[in-house]
């Protein structure tokens, strides 16, 4: 087979948020680039995500009347990492902002919907038509010249003995001599990769791009990067068991009001938890099953097409369980009813402060917002399983988004933006970070392979 060789400036490993962003300014900044995707159309998990991006100190936030800062958001992902996460990148990912900003507004991106979510002390997931914000960027990136090459595989990084120049593919190399981006997601549908760094989150339902095999991290293994996150790994609570692979389902009740039972009929946790310490507690219950249980109240909360809200939709699909009363609901879901009965007013007892909530839950969601009773008919159910939807672990890097060896120093030449980074969410997970970080990211890579 003839191997061909094309130059360009700087090369791209995957056509996510964090790869198109990183085309985006590399053709920006008047460099040649090229963005191998390995399958048929860009996109990768960053189109099949809710689009809520966390921000602090927005326009939105203020017209809401919501107080933040980016002091405040730093500390919350801090406190939310568990002391974890790496300082550094927290305070570039902050000080980054204003450039995510810039793109979702160019993109004419933004929707009104502002919400408190996992590890937030404030409202501050912003809800972006992410599709539209990855439409913009591949348009503007073709527009300045960028080439991007779809249904190629990066399979190895190409070095000249000191430095990484360019990746090979099955029958091209192409050559990028000022850096090299990995954008290639995370490892999310890898079992094997899974099975070796957290066997005990292998039975989560595999989800995610389908591209995202962990490719970025063996390459970049092969010239000894280190690792960063990775053994907190873990998957996001709130699917339902039948989800297809490019439908959005994730729903959250629990912050807006429902708690979880298990099988039995019990409830095992804090529901104000992150969704990934939920999916870990999940994975623990008989059936790898929880039900999210709420009445009329709560489901009158719903939000038609906001991710993670959206109960209309689940209603739809016929995954939203409902009837008159508590026993009637706990019948048609197999769950035995006078359990359900005593755990719904038990529960409603430490909702109205006559007892102590057993797993210290105080607020709707990270604490915050106010307890409601599950008290109204008609009541609802939705059953929900674990899916490794996104792999907050992965490669060890700088501010700058260069790639560090296990030993600290800088593999040069080689960049890493996006899922396939570890370092910015250390034991758990604010919801928004991800897409944050990977356009944030994909940004500061090419601007650093710019000014190389
Ligand atoms: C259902 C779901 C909902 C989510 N909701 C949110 C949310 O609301 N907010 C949030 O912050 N995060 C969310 N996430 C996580 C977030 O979407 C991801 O972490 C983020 O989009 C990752 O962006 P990325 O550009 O790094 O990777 P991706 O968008 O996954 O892109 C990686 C690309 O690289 C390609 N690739 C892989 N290997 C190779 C190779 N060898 N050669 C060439 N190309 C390759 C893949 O095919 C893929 O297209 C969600 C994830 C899922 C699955």
Redesign the pocket.
């Known amino acids: 087979m003839t191997t061909h060789r094309r130059v360009f400036d700087a090369i791209v490993?995957?056509?996510?948020?964090?790869?198109l962003a990183a085309a985006q300014r590399l053709s920006g900044h008047g460099r040649s680039v090229a963005l191998?995707?390995?399958?048929d159309r860009?996109?990768?998990?960053?189109?099949?995500?809710?689009?809520?991006?966390?921000l602090s100190g927005t326009e939105l936030q203020r017209r809401a009347g919501i107080e933040d800062s980016d002091e405040l958001f730093l500390a919350d992902m801090a406190a939310t990492g568990g002391g974890y996460a790496d300082e550094t990148l927290l305070r570039a990912l902050v000080a980054g902002q204003a450039d995510a900003v810039a793109a979702i507004e160019q993109a004419a991106a933004w929707t009104d919907e502002l919400k408190v979510s996992a590890g937030m002390s404030v409202a501050r997931a912003h809800l972006v038509r992410i599709r539209e914000l990855l439409a913009h960027l591949e348009r503007e990136a073709v527009a300045a010249g960028a080439e991007i090459h779809l249904g190629?595989?990066?399979?190895e990084l190409v070095t000249d003995g000191s430095r990484v120049v360019g990746i090979a593919t099955d029958d091209d190399v192409f050559v990028g001599g000022s850096g090299v981006v990995l954008?290639?997601?995370?490892f999310?549908r890898s079992r094997e990769l899974l099975d070796l760094f957290v066997p005990d989150q292998a039975a989560a339902m595999p989800?995610?791009?389908?591209?995202?095999?962990g490719?970025?991290l063996r390459m970049a293994w092969m010239l000894g990067a280190g690792l960063a996150d990775i053994g907190h790994v873990s998957g996001t609570y709130g699917q339902h068991a039948d989800t297809k692979d490019d439908e959005?389902e994730?729903l959250t009740a629990n912050y807006l009001g429902a708690i979880l039972v298990n099988a039995h009929g019990e409830r095992f946790t804090d529901e104000s938890e992150s969704y990934k310490v939920l999916g870990s507690a999940v994975l623990g219950q008989p059936g790898r099953t929880a039900f999210q249980i709420f009445d009329s109240v709560v489901r009158a909360r719903s939000r038609p097409g906001v991710?993670l809200s959206d109960m209309e939709r689940l209603e739809e699909l016929g995954h939203l369980v409902s009837a008159p009363t508590i026993p009637a609901l706990a019948r048609e879901l197999g769950i035995p009813p006078d359990r359900l009965e005593r755990t719904v007013a038990r529960y409603n007892e430490g909702v109205s402060g006559r007892r102590e909530d057993p797993f210290g839950r105080t607020g709707l969601v990270n604490g915050v917002g106010a307890l409601v009773p599950v008290a109204t008919g008609p009541f609802h159910a939705y059953a929900a399983v674990t899916a490794m939807?996104?792999t907050y672990g992965g490669l060890s890097v700088g501010a700058d988004g260069s790639v560090k060896r296990v030993d600290g120093s800088h593999i040069e030449g080689l960049f890493a933006?996006?899922?396939?980074v570890g370092g910015f969410h250390g034991a758990s997970y604010m919801?928004?970070?991800?897409?944050?970080k990977?356009l944030v990211f994909?940004f500061r890579t090419a601007d650093a392979i710019a000014a190389g």
Do not use: I
Request: charged share 10%.
């Open positions: 490993v995957g056509g996510g948020l964090a790869g191998v995707e390995k399958r860009p996109g990768g998990s960053s189109a099949l995500s809710g689009g809520w991006f966390a190629r595989a990066a399979r954008a290639s997601g995370g999310s989800y995610g791009g389908a591209g995202n095999t490719d970025g959005h994730l991710p939807t996104s933006a996006g899922e396939v919801t928004g970070t991800a897409l944050t990977a994909g």
